[in-house]
């Protein structure tokens, strides 16, 4: 049935949808209270000491692992948990299994990234902070566990066929539950290294597939699955037909395993193996550019609002960072050298500045956008209120956009002039106040009185 039909339709609304349940609300606003702590207010502060210090190297690699780590568990993790237990039973006109599993399941991953991220930049200062450290990743995936064990056992209650956004959820669940396993191992590794050289091996072997499995497997495939669902219903937007969707997550998939494969190759056997590697790179990005044409977010739009900027530009900021992507090789062994040979990153084959600005682009530039433009338009939903007498959000819309545009802008120019380090510096300041401004303002809404519209408005548009 197309979506359409569906909106129109009242008796497609669960007999279980209740406002008041709100199984959401913690994990959205957890998610808000760590980004605006250890997460993207803590990044901020490292960006600065960066800018100040002109170099990305002067900050410790467990200090910004432990930044990172908040972002994707915290930022990313809490929001996608929420949503889930909120929405999915939704889609699948069912009730949600295990409520109280769910709700176990905020405590354990909000307490895991409190331990984990608050404690692992002292790992290397205060040896025995590693096992408090290390348990709480192991409460993390406890945690991702519960999490994947819920939504399995209600997508298993539905008796609707499966529909092709599933799959993209189905793969973006197992990336986050391999990306969990990795990470934990991985830290432990690199706090137990016995020297800098073994660090560093650890770090420029490992680290890549890490960010790979986390941003492009479990970040951007979850953000594909419920844009395929949600799009069509809430702006009337093409939907990507079965057999399209299903082969390019197909080809995204091998992709991203070329990728992660082909990177530890590259680093442990040879560079020979950089040809998978970049095989992997075309073929992710090229699948997942033609995925986001598909969405035909370029069309008009029927019911237009305030969020649909926020989604639209995020996913113009996926394009340019696959782009840029793409563009590693040429920049790093063709720009650099002809322009500044001299430089660092082209002394040692590596350039942190341009491969985290590429990293930037897709975390805040899209992750971040689709985070912050879905919420406010699903949360004012879900409380009843219609979204036209909220606020736009065009300053937190304005600020974000305009201290991502700074950030990755600069932070490649630093690798030619260090004159753009405290420029890049500041961009961070005008992302967490983007930030800032928009938590204060969904929060507001989260804690506001159930509206005057239908309980069942979002189920309608989203089943």
Avoid at 84 to 99: H, S
Avoid at 159 to 184: K, S
Avoid at 227 to 245: D, G, W
Avoid at 437 to 451: D, T
């Amino acid at each position: 049935m197309s979506a359409t039909a569906t909106v129109l339709n009242p008796s497609h609304c669960p007999a279980d949808v209740d406002p008041a349940e709100a199984i959401y609300q913690p994990f959205f606003k957890g998610g808000i209270a760590l980004v605006l702590t250890l997460g993207a207010a803590w990044g901020a502060a490292l960006l600065l000491r960066i800018a100040l210090l002109g170099s990305f190297t002067a900050v410790g690699l467990q200090e910004v692992n432990a930044h990172g780590h908040a972002q994707i568990f915290g930022w990313v993790g809490l929001f996608v948990m929420g949503f889930a237990y909120q929405q999915f039973p939704r889609f699948k006109q069912v009730a949600l299994a295990y409520p109280r599993l769910a709700r176990l399941s905020f405590a354990l991953m909000l307490g895991g990234i409190v331990l984990r991220s608050g404690l692992q930049p002292l790992v290397g200062h205060l040896p025995w902070t590693l096992i408090p450290a290390a348990a709480g990743s192991i409460v993390e995936l406890a945690a991702i566990g519960l999490f994947l064990f819920v939504i399995v056992a209600t997508f298993r209650r539905s008796l609707n066929p499966t529909r092709a956004y599933e799959f993209y959820i189905f793969a973006a669940l197992a990336w986050f539950a391999v990306q969990g396993v990795y990470d934990t191992v991985y830290f432990v590794a690199t706090a137990l290294a016995p020297t800098r050289d073994h660090l560093l091996t650890l770090t420029a072997t490992w680290q890549a597939p890490l960010r790979e499995m986390q941003i492009h497997g479990f970040a951007m495939l979850m953000i594909f699955g419920v844009s395929q669902k949600i799009l069509p219903a809430f702006y009337r937007f093409p939907e990507v037909p079965r057999r399209r969707s299903l082969v390019l997550l197909a080809s995204i998939l091998v992709g991203l395993a070329a990728q992660c494969t082909g990177f530890v190759l590259m680093r442990t056997a040879g560079h020979a193996w950089a040809a998978l590697w970049y095989s992997g790179v075309l073929l992710m990005a090229g699948s997942s550019v033609v995925f986001a044409l598909s969405l035909g977010l370029h069309r008009q739009a029927l019911g237009a609002d305030r969020s649909l900027k926020f989604i639209r530009t995020g996913y113009g900021w996926l394009l340019f960072s696959l782009l840029m992507l793409v563009l590693l090789p040429a920049y790093q062994f063709g720009l650099l050298r002809a322009v500044a040979p001299e430089s660092h990153a082209a002394q040692i084959g590596f350039s942190h500045a341009y491969y985290g600005a590429i990293r930037h682009a897709i975390t805040v530039g899209f992750i971040s956008l689709m985070i912050v433009g879905v919420s406010a338009k699903v949360v004012p939903m879900l409380k009843g209120i219609p979204g036209s007498s909220l606020t736009s959000l065009w300053l937190p819309f304005a600020l974000l956009n305009l201290g991502c545009f700074l950030r990755v802008s600069m932070q490649t120019l630093t690798d030619f002039n260090t004159a753009a380090f405290p420029v890049a510096g500041v961009s961070g300041l005008l992302e967490v106040t983007a930030l800032a401004l928009w938590g204060f303002h969904l929060w507001k809404v989260m804690n506001a009185k159930q509206g005057p519209m239908h309980s069942c408005s979002l189920s309608k548009q989203s089943c």
